[in-house]
């Protein structure tokens, strides 16, 4: 085993992803040596604004878009073959994709949603997210392994980019899966990363009959309507109206979250928000981690009430 | 096509979590399980595409608490064949070893595609789903918000967050982790569950021994201890209503 960290580098439309740089920053903080890995068609340039202290540049027509094979067969045989330490990749699409295949493909163990790493001594330790946020698991890691990091746990790298080295694909024949099309946001409704208040609906509003609850409560206020995924999953919202890590990342200067409960995943999206408000019935929800003021009233009861005390401050 | 669906029991996070004297795990015994919400959209998307008339559905679980009824349920939904892998599970099971598990079963059932939900909130040690795709050494696609029939194969949708997402072709078989489904759940009564489960109808096989070498050790979990909590409001509805109205207009987001 070499003492290398690896990092998969994250890119869509020609730009890196701010989750690639925080891995690299996490690799450089466990003290390297940092190595990142560009699997990449025609777009060697990419690896001018990594920071790290090489850069594996992978060119292959396969890699013109993520395609989930190619980059499992790639990485496979680049881990094989040069026995990192360990490799980190964001707990992204691309991380959720390829780190389960890479983990049984190398044999290496995976630790999944990862916070932070530390070396001690021989072993490296890994604090990783459980039970939706609810928990967090120390996990002792003492070889090899494969790490998905979720996304605004460790600073950015600094420093200047390594040097580049060219690597061969490996052979990418036979693959079963192709790229098709890539399907852009739909601009139809309002822009919720726009909005300055959110009052943001989840699982907890129960039904879309209830959705109106919410709605009068953001016209008395001046705001929109937003939500959790369950809730644009379930149709009760437009997806247009979904906040975290596969919706919108918004930083309204008000954000009420009701009956959300704060899992990772929407924390991602609005935890940066200037004023965050929680109703929950669930003291222990993680979402009052992360809010402002929060209240365990039940919001059947609290989004009326306060709708009714606007109306009286506004009229 | 044969699309098999694997079906796990997690954790009702509405509960409160106790640890295990160790605290190296919650402690399962009083807790209520229930099937991962991401298992039931995969299901629902291969009942889709059994409604489209491309697919028969075959949903498998471990014999982990309350399997029966979550089992029974997806027969009730229309699933053609459930099965059960039998053994003792009750100190929870790792994504590996269920992945190491479910491999050896597809081999000798066979399959052309695999939806599996794509998380469920204990992967400590990675996504089964993922892993299993490596395991059986075919494509992996994850979180897929649609798998639709095209030509021989399956049209799968993944998505990337903010509304980007990409289509892609897979033929021959696969594992595709489902985050929503293209519709929300079908809901069945309880009616249905219950006659589902006077006609029997689960084969039980029991689960192959499987060597999963450990490289990773749990030295402890707890709660939390964020840096920062909401300062909660108390005082009841009106008193709550009116403290918040107050706040936000010292904040200046009220004009
Ligand atoms: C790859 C991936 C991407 C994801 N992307 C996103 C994303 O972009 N956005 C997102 O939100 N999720 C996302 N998720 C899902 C995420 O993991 C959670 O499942 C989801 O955020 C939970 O939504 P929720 O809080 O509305 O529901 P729950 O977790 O079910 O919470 C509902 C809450 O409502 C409370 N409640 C119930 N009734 C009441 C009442 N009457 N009054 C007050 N409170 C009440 C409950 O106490 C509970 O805390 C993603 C998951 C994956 C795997
Ligand atoms: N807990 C674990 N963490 C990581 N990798 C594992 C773990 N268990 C098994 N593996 C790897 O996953 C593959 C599947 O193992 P097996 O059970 O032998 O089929 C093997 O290559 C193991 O090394």
Not at chain 1, 236 to 248: C, D, H, I, N, P
Request: glycine share 12%; aromatic share 4%; net charge negative.
């Amino acid at each position: 085993m070499s003492q290398e960290i690896f990092v998969l580098v994250e890119h869509h439309n020609g730009e890196v992803t701010d989750a690639t740089h925080e891995c690299l920053g996490q690799a450089e903080a466990l003290g390297g040596p940092t190595v990142a890995v560009l699997l990449h068609s025609g777009e060697r340039a990419l690896a001018d604004g990594l920071y790290a202290d090489r850069v594996l540049s992978v060119d292959d027509a396969a890699f013109s878009h993520f395609l989930p094979e190619a980059y499992a067969a790639a990485l496979a045989a680049l881990v094989r073959d040069r026995d990192p330490r360990l490799v980190l990749i964001a707990n992204s699409t691309v991380g959720i994709d390829v780190g389960g295949p890479l983990s049984a493909r190398t044999g290496r163990p995976l630790v999944a949603y990862c916070k932070g790493l530390a070396v001690e001594g021989d072993t490296i330790l890994a604090t990783s997210q459980v039970y939706g946020g609810k928990l967090n698991a120390e996990v002792e890691i003492a070889g090899p392994a494969i790490v998905t990091m979720v996304a605004g746990a460790t600073a950015p790298a600094e420093g200047s980019p390594g040097s580049v080295e060219d690597v061969a694909a490996p052979e990418l024949g036979g693959l079963q899966t192709r790229f098709l099309t890539r399907i852009e946001p739909d601009g139809s409704d309002v822009d919720i990363t726009g909005e300055e208040i959110l009052v943001s609906v989840g699982r907890g509003i129960g039904g879309e009959d209830n959705i109106g609850l919410a709605q009068e409560l953001a016209d008395a206020i001046g705001g929109t309507v937003s939500g959790s995924r369950p809730v644009t999953d379930a149709g009760w919202l437009a997806k247009t109206r979904q906040v975290g890590k596969s919706g919108r990342k918004v930083k309204p200067k008000l954000y009420l979250a009701c009956g959300i409960s704060g899992a990772p995943e929407h924390l991602e999206g609005m935890s940066d928000a200037e004023l965050i408000i929680a109703i929950n019935t669930d003291e222990k929800a993680p979402i009052f981690d992360v809010a402002h003021y929060g209240s365990t009233e039940d919001l059947f009861d609290l989004l009326p009430a306060l709708t009714e005390a606007l109306e009286g401050v506004t009229a | 096509m044969k699309i098999v669906v694997p079906l796990k029991q997690t954790v009702d996070l509405v509960e409160e979590l106790e640890l295990n004297d160790e605290a190296t795990d919650v402690e399962r015994e009083y807790l209520t399980f229930k099937l991962n919400e991401w298992d039931e959209q995969a299901l629902e998307e291969a009942l889709l595409l059994k409604d489209a008339g491309v697919a028969s559905v075959t949903v498998v679980g471990l014999e982990e608490e309350d399997i029966d009824q979550s089992l029974y349920s997806a027969l009730a939904k229309g699933a053609d064949e459930a099965v059960k892998l039998t053994g003792d599970f009750s100190a929870g099971v790792s994504s590996h070893r269920r992945a190491a598990i479910l491999a050896d079963y597809l081999q000798g059932a066979g399959y052309d595609a695999v939806l599996i939900g794509v998380q469920t909130p204990e992967d400590l040690d990675g996504q089964a789903g993922g892993i299993l795709a490596g395991l059986l050494n075919v494509p992996h696609v994850s979180v897929a918000v649609g798998v639709e029939p095209l030509d021989a194969g399956l049209k799968v949708t993944q998505e990337f967050g903010a509304g980007v997402a990409h289509e892609l072709a897979v033929t021959g078989p696969a594992v595709i982790g489902v985050q929503a489904a293209r519709q929300a759940p079908r809901y069945v009564p309880i009616s249905r569950i219950r006659a589902a489960m006077g006609e029997g109808g689960l084969s039980e096989v029991p689960a192959p021994e499987v060597d999963v070498p450990a490289g990773l050790t749990v030295r402890r979990m707890y709660a939390p201890e964020s840096s920062s909590h909401a300062e909660m409001l108390s005082g009841g509805v009106d008193a709550v209503a009116a403290r918040i109205v107050e706040i936000i207009r010292e904040r200046g987001v009220l004009k």
